[in-house]
């Protein structure tokens, strides 16, 4: 693991700083946020998300999502609806990103690879608030990892992604969710679901209502199957282990036999299980196991959105 990079700083106030320096000046500066690490570059500035882009490998047609520091600096970039201003004043700050009709011309068209929709979020992370004020613009930021692979949630996942191919990483020890924000965009006034994440479907419906599916109208185009991806196989809804086999546990009773065992939570809490989540697929995954066996997690709360992400992450590769 690379942690002696010199472009990797403890996010103390001079590094935050010249994180924000290095945003107004075009540069590429992954942060921490509650939900992961994202590697953040200006907004406005085509050649800078541009290089997002590039650092990632990631496909141009998958947007970003923008992150401001407040509901006003929200307000003059997308247009809000009635339903999705009750979700701010509800969500924000935090892991909840929004997908609404663009408003400023001021934006990188290439953020929003081409649709007329721009997903913003205001993140609650106290790094990532402070970096928002001091680069003064609005900072479009993917998770901090190469297209396919596992979100970071840890300075040391982001090192070692991209070493010093980006111009700083601002450590903040470990992301406290864990899991992207949740995603929602609107058919008119209809919420839909278009990323599960680290807001509970639960709590958002008990404001927005049942959320829809994504379907023929709206979509996210980053959804594909193939995301989330270890080297490792995984084998899901396992109760036993194989001989060399990786074991990703959940909650008291661990099969035995595993060349390496890590537990999402012992104690089955599946927010501790989401916080868990990417940094333990990495381990396991480095551990050199073909296969990682993955115990059962219910699908309530966050189990939800982790089970989103290991189906994605046990999907056949393409
Ligand atoms: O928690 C998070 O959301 C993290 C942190 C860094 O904020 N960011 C993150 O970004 O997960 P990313 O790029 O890995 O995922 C963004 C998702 C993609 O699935 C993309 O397709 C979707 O947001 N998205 C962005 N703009 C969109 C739009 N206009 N319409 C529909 N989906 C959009
Ligand atoms: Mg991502």
Do not use: C
Request: proline share 6%; net charge neutral.
């Amino acid at each position: 693991m690379q942690t002696d990079l010199a472009n990797l700083r403890t996010a103390d106030a001079a590094a935050i700083a010249r994180g924000g320096e290095i945003i107004r000046a075009g540069g590429l500066v992954a942060f921490p946020t509650e939900t992961v690490y994202g590697l953040g570059a200006d907004a406005t500035n085509d050649h800078a998300v541009a290089s997002i882009f590039a650092a990632k490998g990631r496909p141009q047609f998958n947007p970003l999502i923008v992150h401001v520091p407040d509901i006003a600096a929200a307000e003059a970039i997308v247009n809000f609806t009635p339903l999705a201003r009750k979700l701010a004043a509800a969500f924000w700050p935090g892991a909840l990103t929004l997908v609404l009709p663009r408003k400023t011309q001021n934006l990188s068209l290439l953020v929003s690879a081409g649709l007329d929709t721009v997903a913003v979020r205001v993140p609650s992370g106290a790094v990532a608030q402070r970096l928002l004020r001091a680069a003064a613009t609005p900072i479009a930021a993917p998770s901090a990892n190469v297209s396919g692979r596992t979100s970071p949630t840890l300075a040391s996942h982001v090192a070692e992604e991209f070493g010093e191919t980006i111009d700083l990483i601002l450590d903040d020890g470990a992301a406290t969710l864990g899991l992207e924000s949740t995603i929602i965009g609107f058919d008119g006034e209809q919420p839909v679901l278009l990323r599960l994440g680290a807001m509970a479907r639960e709590d958002i419906e008990k404001i927005a209502g049942t959320l829809a599916a994504p379907g023929a109208k709206i979509t996210s185009p980053g959804q594909l199957v193939n995301h989330y991806a270890p080297r490792a196989a995984l084998r899901l809804n396992a109760r036993d282990v194989k001989p060399g086999e990786a074991l990703l546990a959940f909650g008291a009773h661990v099969p035995e036999g595993a060349r390496v065992t890590s537990n999402l939570s012992a104690t089955g809490d599946e927010k501790e299980a989401a916080a868990n989540l990417f940094a333990m697929l990495r381990e396991l995954d480095s551990s050199g196991a073909q296969s990682i066996a993955v115990m059962p997690v219910p699908e309530r709360g966050l189990g939800e959105a982790i089970n989103d992400r290991l189906r994605r992450a046990a999907a056949p590769r393409t």
